[in-house]
């Protein structure tokens, strides 16, 4: 190819600006300073903070408030139901977005369509606005149930104030994400790959878990990381949805916080949380990190 | 082949009662003047709980509160943001990686407790309740949306657009005012339009932050779902959402797979 | 009109453009014409203003501009790209330039209706670039420089990315009128065959220098490097060794008075003529091209040789022929060091003309 690809043969974006790269630096740190400065002084200051006063107990360093919180059985009760509804949601949300993902990839047509909006809907729908409305439609004689009668069933026992509420509302929330990159990934595996395994005699499960699932692992746990961190901080859903126990670590500070006034335990919890939600990040950066490194 | 379309009709079906199901339940009740089990469906229809719920003072100054803290709040997130996403696209300068990258690390930290970090400050500054409390909290929502899409879309242009007209005699600002800005315009909209909609919604902080002297219109939405008339939660929610769901609809070319994995900071 | 004086510039110790120098006269049309990646385009970037260089100047009508940003430069560049503004109809397009310039808009007006008129397409003044074909958006790019009234017009490689039908077409029109308006153009391409038909002067560029400047009929019969004679047009180039005043040409002993020593010689396809005295290769392809016929021979030794002869001349496949080169240039460390015109075999009389 003649240079087409690259116009300027290797020129840096943007025209150059003569004034030099001194003043574009300058210029360039003035402009993020404000957004930076909000992320410094409402972000990485009070969680500093925070994690210096739950070690100060009246002036001297202390890890007691941490004793505490891991030796009362309740609050550890909370900490437990947080992370299993975080991990069960999360695969039950990754589990029906990779069978929507795979249903979109092998076909086409007004369904799929469809059914690929309808997978995006929840992008659209606030956390107290799908609380609110499955409230409505799950709980006792909610629409749900009134549909169950016509059709002659009437054991329904409603999900609502037991932790399937909650559950169903994050498997709700979060087809879309996982959906989208899914999708995405499985583009990028060729019809050729399939017909060639299926040519070689592969039945649907086996080019499943030995062709698709092997190239969407990265999707997979990139998904996984940020969904069950979604789910590990949030409040909206289970305040609405969940029981009054236990309860999800959100509720559990936003009562310790506003109803017992106890904000030195709040922060504990609140401390607990972030660094439990960190390593999760953490990890998850470490695989965007390895498949950019990898990409170069 | 035949198997597959009654496959794909059966997962239509579960996908459009699953999804849309809950969101029909609202709409039902926010129109229904009568509806008692065991009946599917209302039995006496009307618009008597909008009038109802209109002319309230206290639904309608959470409404005007929320409306007037999100208006502040994404507009001044916009005017400190959309100068940086400039930044970030078109300027070198030393730390912008880091600095762009501590956005998307940000958003690891989980918000609630966060929010509590920053409750226990304002409490001991007298900031919680206060107004303007909130709306300095609530900006932080938006500023993922307010850097992410615009750094993308400027860098989105080609440079050959810029300098095509710096060519032919435009001074900077101008090419920046005449042509940088308008090819950005669509996706600084949308960000706009997702900020807005995620602080116009947003619980967390206006229940840690703003209660009790400040009632946003979620925090109205949830002491009314807790009510026995189940209309009003049910017509404030169709009140607020529809129209923010057309805006968000207006906007969803940048809801692609990509934009909202680097929303979450993939 | 303007003088590119000893222009050099580095990337990231990556020499882009080295020790660059030409003039063009006013209304000449100049191509610069190198391979991917010889820096051509960022010397018309210089040139432009939008790119700074390390050393050297840029001056146009006596005036140095090298420290002159591009928006105050009295040129204009059309992109490869069109870099059309998508959110401006075309005649919003086509008046920026005069918009910047504070031009009342009655005149504004006038000025764009005239060019768009110039450039045939006075009835898509309210359409968007979006509405545009490749070949219209191009010509929308070239009225939006041409409005202005730039001294001088910088083109780079404005065809490229169109079909070659098309480009044909736009070459012509863009010369006639640049004829017609006496514009003094700079042209980038990759594209020999575009340089030639366009330019009035061609600056081969190679490696970031300019390697010749010249007509394109002097660039063709007389490359002063090897690396311009091996890029315009085609050459049967044979790398050989002189001894004595003789050199082994296709299995043949040349003679030629040039001093001993490696040597690359060069012969047009047309320049090669059947003799008795020849060196022999066997007919391996022949391709009618219709006006002339493509003859493809193989030595002996299996080097491959081209001729092109008159479609009568012909010859069959398989047949061995003689051939003998008429023009033979002969490089050396990739300069010119001579220039044969019809030598002959070392063993007959006779001096070569």
């Given at each position: 190819?003649?240079?087409?690809?690259?116009?300027?043969?290797?020129?840096?974006?943007?025209?150059t600006?003569?004034?030099?790269?001194?003043?574009?630096?300058?210029?360039?740190?003035a402009?993020?300073?404000?957004?930076?400065?909000?992320?410094?002084?409402?972000?990485?200051?009070?969680?500093?903070?925070?994690?210096?006063?739950?070690?100060?107990?009246?002036?001297?360093?202390?890890?007691?408030?941490?004793?505490?919180?891991?030796?009362?059985?309740?609050?550890m009760?909370?900490?437990?139901?947080?992370?299993?509804?975080?991990?069960?949601?999360?695969?039950?949300?990754?589990?029906?977005?990779?069978?929507?993902?795979?249903?979109?990839?092998?076909?086409?047509?007004?369904?799929?369509?469809?059914?690929?909006?309808?997978?995006?809907?929840?992008?659209?729908?606030?956390?107290?606005?799908?609380?609110?409305?499955l409230?409505?439609?799950?709980?006792?004689?909610?629409?749900?149930?009134?549909?169950?009668?016509q059709?002659?069933?009437?054991?329904?026992?409603?999900?609502?104030?037991?932790?399937?509420?909650?559950?169903?509302?994050?498997?709700?929330?979060?087809?879309?994400?996982?959906?989208?990159?899914l999708s995405?990934?499985?583009?990028?595996?060729?019809?050729?790959?399939?017909?060639?395994?299926?040519?070689?005699?592969?039945?649907?499960?086996r080019?499943?878990?030995?062709?698709?699932?092997?190239?969407?692992?990265?999707?997979?746990?990139?998904?996984?990381?940020?969904?069950?961190?979604?789910?590990?901080?949030?409040?909206?859903?289970?305040?609405?949805?969940?029981?009054?126990?236990p309860?999800?670590?959100?509720?559990?500070?936003?009562?310790?916080?506003?109803?017992?006034?106890?904000?030195?335990?709040?922060?504990?919890?609140?401390?607990?949380?972030?660094?439990?939600?960190?390593?999760?990040?953490?990890?998850?950066?470490?695989?965007?990190?390895?498949?950019?490194?990898?990409?170069? | 082949?035949?198997?597959?379309?009654?496959?794909?009709?059966?997962?239509?079906?579960?996908?459009?009662?699953?999804?849309?199901?809950?969101?029909?339940?609202?709409?039902?009740?926010?129109?229904?003047?009568?509806?008692?089990?065991?009946?599917?469906?209302?039995?006496?229809?009307?618009?008597?709980?909008?009038?109802?719920?209109?002319?309230?003072?206290?639904?309608?100054?959470?409404?005007?509160?929320?409306?007037?803290?999100?208006?502040?709040?994404?507009?001044?997130?916009?005017?400190?943001?959309?100068?940086?996403?400039?930044?970030?696209?078109?300027?070198?300068?030393?730390?912008?990686?880091?600095?762009l990258?501590?956005?998307?690390?940000?958003?690891?930290?989980?918000?609630?407790?966060?929010?509590?970090?920053?409750?226990?400050?304002?409490?001991?500054?007298g900031?919680?309740?206060?107004?303007?409390?909130?709306?300095?909290?609530?900006?932080?929502?938006?500023?993922?949306?307010?850097?992410?899409?615009?750094?993308?879309?400027?860098?989105?242009?080609?440079?050959?657009?810029?300098?095509?007209?710096?060519?032919?005699?435009?001074?900077?600002?101008?090419?920046?005012?005449?042509?940088t800005?308008?090819?950005?315009?669509?996706?600084?909209?949308?960000?706009?339009?997702?900020?807005?909609?995620?602080?116009?919604?947003?619980?967390?902080?206006?229940?840690?932050?703003?209660?009790?002297?400040?009632?946003?219109?979620?925090?109205?939405?949830?002491?009314?779902?807790?009510?026995?008339?189940?209309?009003?939660?049910?017509?404030?929610?169709?009140?607020?959402?529809?129209?923010?769901?057309?805006?968000?609809?207006?906007?969803?070319?940048?809801?692609?797979?990509?934009?909202?994995?680097?929303?979450?900071?993939? | 009109?303007?003088?590119?004086?000893?222009?050099?510039?580095t990337?990231?110790?990556?020499?882009?453009?080295?020790?660059?120098?030409?003039?063009?006269?006013?209304?000449?049309?100049?191509?610069?014409?190198?391979?991917?990646?010889?820096?051509?385009?960022t010397?018309?970037?210089i040139?432009s203003?939008?790119?700074?260089?390390?050393?050297?100047?840029?001056?146009?009508?006596?005036?140095?501009?090298?420290?002159?940003?591009?928006?105050?430069?009295?040129?204009?560049?059309?992109?490869?790209?069109?870099?059309?503004?998508?959110?401006?109809?075309?005649?919003?397009?086509?008046?920026?330039?005069?918009?910047?310039?504070?031009?009342?808009?009655?005149?504004?007006?006038?000025?764009?209706?005239?060019?768009?008129?110039?450039?045939?397409?006075?009835?898509?003044?309210k359409?968007?670039?979006?509405?545009?074909?490749?070949?219209?958006?191009?010509?929308?790019?070239?009225?939006?420089?041409?409005?202005?009234?730039?001294?001088?017009?910088?083109?780079?490689?404005?065809?490229?990315?169109?079909?070659?039908h098309?480009?044909?077409?736009?070459?012509?029109?863009?010369?006639?009128?640049?004829?017609?308006?006496?514009?003094?153009?700079?042209?980038?391409t990759?594209?020999?065959?575009?340089?030639?038909?366009?330019?009035?002067?061609?600056?081969?560029?190679?490696?970031?220098?300019?390697?010749?400047?010249?007509?394109?009929?002097?660039?063709?019969?007389?490359?002063?490097?090897?690396?311009?004679?091996?890029?315009?047009?085609?050459?049967?180039?044979?790398?050989?060794?002189?001894?004595?005043?003789?050199?082994?040409?296709?299995?043949l002993?040349?003679?030629?008075?040039?001093?001993?020593?490696?040597?690359?010689?060069?012969?047009?396809?047309?320049?090669?003529?059947?003799?008795?005295?020849?060196?022999?290769?066997?007919?391996?392809?022949?391709?009618?091209?219709?006006?002339?016929?493509?003859?493809?021979?193989?030595?002996?030794?299996?080097?491959?040789?081209?001729?092109?002869?008159?479609?009568?001349?012909?010859?069959?496949?398989?047949?061995?022929?003689?051939?003998?080169?008429?023009?033979?240039?002969?490089?050396?460390?990739?300069?010119?060091?001579?220039?044969?015109?019809?030598?002959?075999?070392?063993?007959?009389?006779?001096?070569?003309?």
């Amino acid at each position: 190819m003649p240079d087409v690809a690259k116009p300027s043969g290797g020129v840096a974006p943007g025209y150059t600006l003569s004034t030099g790269l001194g003043s574009q630096a300058l210029a360039g740190l003035a402009l993020v300073a404000l957004p930076v400065g909000l992320l410094v002084t409402l972000t990485l200051l009070p969680t500093v903070r925070m994690v210096a006063a739950t070690f100060l107990v009246e002036g001297h360093l202390s890890a007691e408030r941490y004793f505490a919180f891991f030796n009362d059985a309740y609050t550890m009760a909370n900490l437990r139901y947080t992370l299993e509804m975080g991990l069960v949601s999360a695969i039950a949300a990754l589990s029906v977005s990779f069978g929507i993902a795979l249903y979109l990839r092998f076909s086409a047509g007004r369904i799929a369509t469809m059914i690929h909006g309808l997978s995006l809907f929840p992008l659209f729908v606030p956390s107290i606005i799908i609380s609110y409305a499955l409230v409505r439609f799950l709980g006792p004689n909610g629409l749900f149930q009134l549909l169950l009668e016509q059709v002659g069933f009437t054991q329904y026992r409603t999900p609502y104030l037991t932790p399937v509420g909650p559950f169903l509302a994050f498997l709700w929330e979060n087809i879309p994400l996982p959906v989208l990159v899914l999708s995405a990934g499985l583009s990028q595996v060729s019809d050729h790959a399939v017909e060639a395994a299926r040519d070689l005699g592969a039945k649907a499960p086996r080019i499943l878990w030995e062709i698709l699932l092997p190239q969407m692992r990265r999707s997979l746990l990139i998904a996984f990381a940020l969904i069950f961190m979604g789910i590990i901080g949030a409040f909206t859903v289970p305040y609405m949805l969940g029981p009054p126990a236990p309860e999800m670590m959100s509720v559990f500070m936003q009562r310790t916080l506003g109803n017992l006034h106890d904000p030195a335990s709040a922060q504990v919890q609140a401390v607990v949380l972030m660094v439990i939600s960190s390593i999760v990040g953490g990890f998850y950066i470490a695989t965007m990190a390895k498949s950019s490194a990898g990409a170069r | 082949m035949k198997r597959t379309y009654f496959g794909g009709l059966i997962l239509l079906v579960s996908m459009g009662l699953a999804m849309l199901g809950p969101i029909i339940t609202v709409i039902l009740w926010a129109f229904a003047v009568k509806w008692r089990y065991p009946h599917l469906l209302p039995t006496e229809w009307g618009m008597k709980y909008w009038f109802a719920m209109l002319g309230r003072e206290t639904v309608i100054t959470p409404i005007l509160t929320s409306l007037a803290l999100t208006s502040i709040a994404t507009t001044t997130a916009a005017l400190i943001c959309w100068p940086a996403a400039y930044a970030f696209a078109r300027l070198k300068f030393p730390g912008r990686q880091l600095l762009l990258f501590s956005f998307i690390a940000a958003q690891a930290v989980p918000k609630f407790a966060l929010f509590v970090s920053i409750a226990v400050i304002f409490l001991k500054l007298g900031l919680v309740g206060n107004f303007w409390g909130v709306v300095v909290v609530q900006m932080l929502s938006a500023v993922l949306f307010m850097i992410w899409i615009p750094t993308a879309a400027f860098r989105g242009i080609p440079p050959a657009l810029e300098e095509a007209a710096f060519d032919l005699g435009a001074s900077r600002l101008r090419v920046f005012l005449f042509i940088t800005l308008p090819q950005a315009m669509p996706a600084l909209a949308a960000s706009y339009v997702l900020a807005f909609v995620s602080i116009l919604f947003e619980v967390d902080s206006a229940l840690l932050i703003g209660a009790p002297t400040v009632t946003t219109m979620p925090l109205l939405l949830m002491s009314l779902s807790a009510q026995v008339i189940v209309q009003e939660a049910a017509v404030l929610c169709v009140l607020i959402w529809v129209p923010c769901f057309v805006l968000l609809l207006l906007s969803r070319r940048f809801m692609t797979a990509r934009g909202i994995a680097q929303g979450f900071g993939a | 009109m303007l003088q590119i004086d000893a222009i050099t510039k580095t990337y990231q110790g990556t020499p882009a453009v080295r020790d660059a120098s030409f003039t063009v006269a006013r209304g000449e049309l100049v191509c610069l014409l190198g391979p991917s990646g010889c820096g051509k385009s960022t010397l018309l970037r210089i040139i432009s203003g939008l790119t700074d260089c390390d050393s050297g100047s840029v001056r146009i009508e006596g005036v140095d501009m090298t420290a002159t940003q591009a928006n105050r430069r009295p040129t204009a560049m059309v992109f490869q790209s069109h870099a059309l503004w998508s959110h401006m109809s075309v005649a919003q397009n086509v008046g920026f330039g005069l918009r910047v310039r504070g031009l009342p808009k009655a005149e504004i007006a006038a000025k764009t209706a005239a060019v768009l008129d110039l450039v045939g397409l006075q009835a898509f003044a309210k359409r968007l670039p979006a509405e545009l074909s490749g070949g219209q958006a191009q010509r929308v790019a070239l009225a939006r420089c041409l409005v202005v009234e730039p001294k001088v017009l910088l083109m780079d490689e404005p065809f490229s990315a169109l079909d070659a039908h098309l480009r044909k077409g736009l070459r012509e029109e863009l010369k006639a009128l640049q004829g017609r308006l006496d514009l003094t153009t700079i042209f980038v391409t990759h594209d020999q065959e575009e340089a030639m038909e366009l330019a009035d002067r061609i600056v081969v560029m190679q490696g970031g220098r300019v390697e010749q400047v010249g007509p394109p009929g002097v660039l063709y019969q007389n490359p002063s490097t090897l690396g311009v004679a091996q890029f315009i047009g085609a050459m049967n180039t044979c790398t050989t060794t002189l001894r004595q005043g003789a050199a082994d040409w296709y299995g043949l002993d040349l003679r030629l008075p040039l001093p001993d020593g490696e040597v690359a010689l060069l012969c047009r396809p047309e320049d090669v003529y059947p003799d008795a005295k020849g060196a022999a290769a066997r007919v391996t392809r022949v391709i009618d091209l219709g006006p002339v016929t493509k003859v493809t021979l193989m030595t002996e030794a299996g080097d491959l040789l081209t001729w092109t002869c008159p479609r009568d001349q012909a010859p069959d496949l398989g047949r061995v022929l003689t051939l003998l080169p008429r023009r033979l240039h002969a490089f050396r460390n990739g300069a010119l060091i001579g220039l044969a015109q019809s030598p002959l075999p070392a063993q007959t009389a006779g001096a070569p003309a």
